[in-house]
């Protein structure tokens, strides 16, 4: 049996010990149980966290053996490192301030960024010769775990939010916050949809011809919705709804990325009406049921703490480590690569969320807004710039 093989079994594991988790963490919601039952739970759910980290370091130190090298280097590599990392911050987090209901939007949280790595390519592969550095452990690792410091912000956020918005009325907050909770659910659509029709070996093959009379090949793993500009369709008993991608998105890629955005949106959609029509009210409002009991204040100073910890990691990661690597790498410090100039955004945004909590006094619902958008910063990053826009990090 290869290495490979055992870190994929501890990995599928590593999904269920964390689901057993999050349902440990459910029983410590509500009035109706006792503060020593309460207790019970927690003690189960951060243990099942544990073991469920521990399986998970498990599989990721398998798949090290089997590369040769640290997994660091696709994004299904990178995705599992920074979900792994999450789930460490969150553990140590708990222990620190032992607020047992963080792990109810911790959990799922890194189950999902988990289970987005996991839709990509899952072959351990040979270093391209670009990424044959030490700087790719000291750059990448450093990174992965500032993110998922940061991502803690966020989850403090988000539950501060839950908390602390007013739900007796319709506003704002309260249709941001429920489309932050529907965010997660399309993303959870993405992989839902896409793991699906993997399942199904589902398969479809259009030939693109481009200006200059060229034919290009795109392989749709989900039915085409929107099918590339100028193209027929290959395979037979395929479906196709006969709607082309707009002209001005070029590429043979273009229309399947149109095509997976849109499944991925609609699923999310389907997922979000369900779960209003069962529970026939907004879903931060019964979220705030359950959470109502937390301490914000509490909550309020773990999203202080994790950007002022994770903020300097990110400096030296995403700045100084990378640059020292470009200059090695390409012969400069700095290009306007779109990695490179959204780590920039990124690193700039939370100077000034130090800099407004610090010398302005942004507390409470303010920073907890500013935490949810540096984390949709971050996502955007690992999403959009990774697959979307093509520069020199491409091979992520």
């Known amino acids: 049996m290869d290495f490979y093989t055992i870190s994929s079994w501890f990995l599928y594991a590593t999904f269920f010990i964390y689901l057993i988790a999050i349902a440990f963490f459910g029983m410590t919601l509500g009035n109706k149980r006792s503060e020593n039952n309460k207790s019970k739970s927690t003690k189960l759910a951060i243990s099942f966290t544990i073991i469920g980290f521990l399986s998970q370091l498990t599989s990721y130190i398998f798949r090290w053996l089997e590369a040769g090298h640290i997994p660091v280097s696709n994004l299904f590599e990178y995705i599992y490192f920074f979900g792994m990392m999450l789930i460490l911050s ?13 792990g109810l939007i911790a959990l799922p949280v890194a189950i999902v960024i988990i289970g987005y790595g996991s839709v990509f390519p899952t072959e351990v592969q040979p270093l391209v010769p670009s990424l044959q550095s030490n700087w790719l452990y000291i750059h990448v690792t450093t990174v992965g775990l500032a993110q998922a410091i940061l991502s803690i912000s966020f989850i403090a956020g988000l539950l501060y939010l839950i908390v602390k918005v007013n739900q007796e009325k319709r506003s704002k907050e309260t249709t941001f ?88 949106l609609l699923v999310g959609l389907l997922l979000y009406g369900i779960i209003r029509l069962l529970l026939r009210k907004r879903i931060g409002a019964t979220l705030q049921d359950k959470f109502g009991k937390i301490n914000p204040d509490v909550v309020d100073d773990i999203m202080y703490r994790a950007i002022a910890i994770g903020f300097p990691l990110f400096t030296l990661g995403g700045l100084i480590f990378a640059a020292i690597w470009a200059q090695q790498a390409w012969g400069r410090f700095w290009g306007w690569d779109p990695k490179e100039v959204w780590a920039l955004v990124t690193w700039l945004f939370y100077a000034v969320f130090l800099h407004l909590r610090l010398t302005r006094g942004w507390h409470g619902k303010k920073s907890a807004w500013l935490a949810v958008i540096g984390f949709s910063l971050i996502m955007f990053n690992l999403i959009v710039i990774n697959l979307v826009i093509a520069g020199l990090h491409s091979y992520a």
């Open 177 to 264: 916050l429920e489309l932050i909770i529907y965010g997660v659910l399309a993303t959870i659509g993405f992989i839902t949809i896409t793991t699906s029709f993997g399942l199904a070996d589902y398969e479809a093959t259009f030939v693109k011809t481009t200006e200059d009379g060229y034919e290009q090949e795109a392989n749709y793993e989900l039915p085409a919705l929107f099918a590339p500009h100028n193209s027929e369709l290959q395979s037979e008993g395929a479906f196709e709804s006969g709607i082309e991608a707009p002209g001005w998105m070029q590429g043979v890629d273009a229309g399947m990325k149109l095509n997976t955005l849109t499944w991925s």
């Open 90 to 102: 969150f553990i140590v987090i708990h222990f620190v301030y032992g607020i047992s209901t963080l």
